[in-house]
């Protein structure tokens, strides 16, 4: 250390105890530049006074919303209150929908009542009596928000959504997803459905799930991309946790704040809190509960009900995730060729063509949204005397409620028709479906016809359970064989199932504990699961016995109630489609795309309305049912020549060839496409 080192040392230090002995003090700080520096042209965050500007312009919004001058217990009332950044508010109690939107890049309330549905006010918050909600800002959405570029595009939109039906945006949907999609039509037709009805989720409250599955070339990450971007606030990505959906779906008390979509879902089952959420998330009013820690032990829910959908190479494991399989409709992608790559689509970097293509999506979705806010408040009728019932009531019920009074409902019910009937072949083929129908054998040939209940030994059952599979035994494992359509079984876990799922019990009395008990009427029940059948899936719109109950207002031009001229044979008409006039049927009868119940065809004429014929004046067309339907007086003029045409021209019968477009008369043999058949003249009904 150099001298110069050591004397610089020495100051610092003799200036130090100068200080502390209270011999040098500082010069007095210049607060005025201080306060200049501070809030100068300079200073990024502006005037400090900001916030008194802020507060004064919050009181001035409160005097508009309330009308009067705020007092000072109204003030304080109002800084007490809580504020809560939310995508969706709404109330059934209070009949207030509110939805978060960005309008010129602000964010804004769209409101609409169910005082005044069709007058959709914008608010930059909400006033609750205890909370004050507001929207989120544009940086905080985790999903595509609802944007519109100026106030004159919002009410262009409201304007243009105000002459929408159910109809015209289900085929406008369908049109724009074989722009990006090339599948077959319940492929099309199911997703362009669902995310109308994602827009409706929090009315029903009960909802199916998609799970697109294939190979790597398949483009089933494509179907998930259209959704995120034309679904009601779709939050899409890989890998989400269990905290990710509790987090997006928040534990206010109206669910449904927006939809999930979960890509490379290979391994879902092996997360079992996800899959709690799945299996608890397709009804409302089904929370998770948690424990939270942050400050002492807060009992917390958490909301789990939305639309979901996935894609996977391939479904999950079905005894792992059996009650999650029940809840998914499975559509199988294939590599195709469609008009657009909707990847790039959402990436135009420029290029016009895909620009606008961006543009149709984003503003197809502002379109559902308004026709959401301008429809929610109409009541939504149940749907009567719909013939599938358990899983497959729940999982299809929803969309045939919300299009009801829809003309595409029947083009709904054909590709749902052809699902149901595939899905319950597949049942057929599992394990359970064999030992069921082994076991029905047993009940048919044994035992007492009048008695409900039926004792079989177990030995008895297995033996005949290795016979009808063929099971060959597998050395060193005593019990087990391998068969060639189960594969390999043990007695162990067979008897299980046996007494499980079958209902097989021990007899009251001692000593014959290796028999089981089964009651006839469950097995009879259980039919409906393990036993394919001809089946018609029937729609009737919600009436009551003495009295017509109001439909919905969605599509305000159908009618519930149409009758031939001759008021007394009051003979129930069928149709999917619409009449001359537009108008609909009370009640919607298809059957599932089997040859088999060809014999068994609905009767079209020339009018796409479907009749009986004219010597069954009051019994229904389907199979499975012979129900009086209610009797009425009106009288609607494009059916009224239908108590004219002849025998021949009412009963002429046409279906369905399996999974094709070709339909076909049972008559005559004619082959066509639908619209041809309905008007074809059948020679082989003349006798």
Known sequence: ??????????DVGEEAVQRLAGQ????????TKDTKERDGDDNPYGDRNDNGKKKQQQQQQRVQEKGHEVTKQEQQEDEKKKETFVQKYYSTKNGILAEAVLIGGAPYFLVSTAKDPSNIAVHPSLELP??????PESISYINPPYRFDSKEQLDNCIERARNETLDSLYKKNKNIWRKYVDADDFHVSICAADEIYTHYQEKIGLAHYLFFTGGNDAGKSNNLTKINYTAYRNMTSTDISAPNIYQFLGSRDDEGHGTVCIDEADGIDENSELMRICKNGYITGRPILKIDTSFGRVQRKYNTYCFKAFAAEKTPDRQKAKGFIQRIVEIHCFSGNPPHDISEVVNPAGDHESQELLDELLDFRNVLLIHKMLHLHEPLPDVKDLNIHNREKQLFKPLIRLFQNADCLSELLDVISEYISQRRAENVDNLHAALFNILQGMVENVGDASSNTIEISQPEIWSAIINKLEGVPIEGKPDTYNTESQGIISKRTTMKIVRDVFGGKPPKRHGSSRSLVFDKSKLEKLKNIYVVKDIEIKVRRAKDDAKQIQLPKLDTHTST????KDNESDAPVHCGTDGTDGTHSPSVAIQLHDIQSAENATLVDKNNDVFTKTDQQSTDVSINSQQEMPSGSQNVSHVSHASQLTQ????TPIYKLGRSDTWACKNCRQRGDIHYMKQHFCKGGIH
């Not at 109630?561 to 031939?564: E, F, G, K, T, V």
């Open 561 to 564: 109630d149409i009758r031939s």
């Open 24 to 31: 040098v003090f500082d010069a007095p700080r210049d607060r």
């Open 1 to 10: 250390m150099t001298n110069k080192d050591k004397e610089s040392e020495l």
């Open 648 to 651: 021949q021209q009412v009963s």
């Open 130 to 135: 205890y909370e004050l909600l507001k929207p």
